[in-house]
């Protein structure tokens, strides 16, 4: 049944799914159609406080594998994802030290450092603040990845333009407009 | 029972509230608790196409009046926030000729014009394209005020930069990443 067991040309054609990603692709996709939306990733996703995945998150992770635009993700997309949000939980897990699914800074800065981002404590404080409307303390794992995802867009769009180095890029209006828009959550 | 048919001193305490903004707020606030969250919000609020304004639209909207960030609004929060919608409702009737709950370019273009904001129409196909997934050719009303918004406050953080009107403004990495982020819709 698997894709891997299947024979084949290795290198051709679909990549071989895990049979881990396939359990767990067949628990998500609840009505069976054989394609996941974000309203069936967000029934299956609980962060470390017991709540759902936000909408923004799910939404965002759907869009970023979503590559034929349907809305919705197939068992190969869904394999990326599967690896996209173990890459990010093995991170956030690794800092958040009493599993209470939630960072608290200093260590917020240090799971971004290992995500590849420099980031001031000032910011991270301002990201802090940002996330967690009533404490202004802590980040939960959704959160996190949401923010991972738009600094990355962010790095990525600012690169783009600094193509001198210079560490400062200059911006018309649309520009400025475009790529932050562009690159927001939703 | 109006703050308006109360008597006391015109221009002092809380704003009058006007009778149709009060009968408003008692048909959204479903559970009688005197504050309207983002979900009764949603639930009151269908867009051209017979569907709800999307979670996105009502966080943002109720996040713009909520003050002292409880995450809901009073009626005298909601009033304004009604006069929010209403001039918003305003233009975009006035564009959505055919009365179809969407608009087309070019007259989104003339909507955004009549909001104060000048964009080139290749910046209007290319917010269309974002809204409209499907067909990239219509933006519906909450995507119009959502759109509106983060326009509004990049603009104004632009402007905030651009201190002597040259129309491009200059940003390091983490001064572009938090005026990004800081205007995202969510």
């Known amino acids: 049944m698997f894709a891997n067991s299947a024979g084949g040309y290795p290198g051709f054609g679909q990549p071989a799914v895990d049979p881990q990603v396939q359990q767990w692709f067949q628990a998500v996709d609840k009505d069976r159609s054989g394609q996941i939306n974000w309203q069936e990733l967000q029934a299956a996703l609980i962060n470390g406080q017991g709540q759902n995945f936000s909408t923004t998150a799910c939404k965002l992770m759907i869009g970023m594998f979503d590559t034929d635009k349907t809305g919705t993700i197939d068992i190969n997309e ?10 990010w939980l093995t991170v956030f897990r690794n800092y958040d030290r009493d599993s209470s699914g939630s960072i608290e800074e200093p260590e917020l800065g240090q799971a971004f450092q290992q995500m590849g981002f420099r980031l001031s404590p000032e910011f991270v404080k301002f990201l802090i603040a ?23 867009r962010f790095t990525e769009a600012f690169r783009a333009k600094d193509t001198e180095l210079k560490g400062v890029i200059t911006l018309a209006f649309e520009e400025f407009l475009s790529i932050a828009i562009n690159c927001s959550a939703e």
């Not at 869904?78 to 890459?87: E, T």
């Not at 404490?135 to 996190?144: A, E, G, I, L, T």
């Open 130 to 152: 940002r996330s967690d409307m009533k404490d202004h303390k802590q980040m939960s794992v959704d959160q996190f990845i949401v923010t991972c995802v738009q600094i990355q």
């Open 78 to 87: 869904f394999q990326l994802l599967y690896g996209y949000i173990n890459q």
